[in-house]
T-cell receptor
Framework: NAGVMQNPRHLVRRRGQEARLRCSPMKGHSHVYWYRQLPEEGLKFMVYLQKENIIDESGMPKERFSAEFPKEGPSILRIQQVVRGDSAAYFC?????????????FGPGTRLTVL | QKEVEQNSGPLSVPEGAIASLNCTYSDRVSQSFFWYRQYSGKSPELIMSIYSNGDKEDGRFTAQLNKASQYVSLLIRDSQPSDSATYLC????????????FGTGTRLLVSP
């Protein structure tokens, strides 16, 4: 039973380029969450998606960041025109349900470095 | 006031001792509480979840919840050097919100 999968594990981009991070949830999980962990800081919620729907994007920066979870395929977190401050570990988590008991399981993360 | 507060540590305990990790939260309507373990450079790993007041035990781990005091704790019995990691407390309001709010974590060091 594969866990949450993320790729790439490491991504290096130059300022101004685009970064695309992919996440496949655990089998049977239809709820996907993206979190960001800046160096020496805690995990911060970015966005919560279900298939074809963004449910809560309250943690997403207003510009340059977008997320999707299409009917087929993985969830994508897209960062346009990256800046050095975007360097962080980006984690995807998935859960089988919502409400009380919403246990979220994390993928291995994508470590983004912006040069 | 931070939504979820933890002492950053490090908390140092000798091998075989009990490690006690604490967490307070500010949102009274929070319903679900989780402890994650994160090794350096790795992703968070869920080790305990608790939803009702009282204690919940799983192997060497015991989670304790006191909603009146807005306090969650994690006890690790018979601590091992392999338990050395950062322990993250996470809280979920659940009602209408599914995001986890994390504390900054407590670093635990277990010395042989």
């Amino acid at each position: 039973n594969a866990g949450v999968m993320q790729n790439p594990r490491h991504l290096v981009r130059r300022r101004g380029q685009e970064a695309r991070l992919r996440c496949s949830p655990m089998k049977g999980h239809s709820h996907v969450y993206w979190y960001r962990q800046l160096p020496e800081e805690g995990l911060k919620f970015m966005v919560y998606l279900q298939k074809e729907n963004i449910i809560d994007e309250s943690g997403m920066p207003k510009e340059r960041f977008s997320a999707e979870f299409p009917k087929e395929g993985p969830s994508i977190l897209r960062i346009q025109q990256v800046v050095r401050g975007d360097s962080a570990a980006y984690f995807c988590a998935s859960s089988p349900k919502v409400g009380v008991g919403n246990e979220q399981f994390f993928g291995p993360g994508t470590r983004l470095t912006v040069l | 006031q931070k939504e979820v507060e933890q002492n950053s540590g490090p908390l140092s305990v000798p091998e075989g001792a009990i490690a006690s990790l604490n967490c307070t939260y500010s949102d009274r309507v929070s319903q679900s509480f989780f402890w994650y373990r994160q090794y350096s450079g790795k992703s968070p790993e869920l080790i305990m979840s608790i939803y009702s007041n009282g204690d919940k035990e799983d192997g060497r781990f015991t989670a304790q919840l006191n909603k009146a005091s807005q306090y969650v704790s994690l006890l690790i019995r018979d601590s091992q050097p392999s338990d050395s990691a950062t322990y993250l407390c996470a809280v979920n309001r659940d009602t209408g919100f599914q995001k986890l709010v994390f504390g900054t974590g407590t670093r635990l060091l277990v010395s042989p």
